[in-house]
Nanobody
Framework: QVQLVESGGGSVQAGGSLRLSCVASRYTYSSGCMGWFRQAPGKGREGVAG???????RYADSVKDRFTISQDNAKNTLYLEMNSLKPDDTALYFCAASLPSRRCWALLATPQYTYWGQGTQVTVSS
């Protein structure tokens, strides 16, 4: 079955950078999408960045111009480059993937996605 495994989280000071990776096992999407979400204590899950099979990308306003989402040529490894990190970026970050044959209309919406990783913690100190 499809498995998503995130890595690259850690602790960093404000203004620093981290690169998250998501390895997707037994997953190659033809018309779907993959994305990054985050959840801070006491808050709901927030869409951070998403990319579809055509390369269309959407970022949350809160991370635009600071984060960059990308994928490898096989489209089975997803990355999130995070720069100029702020304490408000502190959260558990999840990788997500849609059904591979389903067209994505909302790249930052949780109902769009079927498969989820276990999460990797990002902590930004001031």
């Amino acid at each position: 079955q499809v498995q998503l495994v995130e890595s690259g989280g850690g602790s960093v000071q404000a203004g620093g950078s981290l690169r998250l990776s998501c390895v997707a096992s037994r997953y190659t999407y033809s018309s779907g999408c993959m994305g990054w979400f985050r959840q801070a204590p006491g808050k709901g899950r927030e869409g951070v960045a998403g990319i579809d099979s055509d390369g269309n990308i959407r970022y949350a306003d809160s991370v635009k111009d600071r984060f960059t989402i990308s994928q490898d040529n096989a489209k089975n490894t997803l990355y999130l480059e995070m720069n100029s990190l702020k304490p408000d970026d502190t959260a558990l970050y999840f990788c997500a993937a849609s059904l591979p044959s389903r067209r994505c209309w909302a790249l930052l919406a949780t109902p769009q996605y079927t498969y989820w990783g276990q999460g990797t913690q990002v902590t930004v100190s001031s």
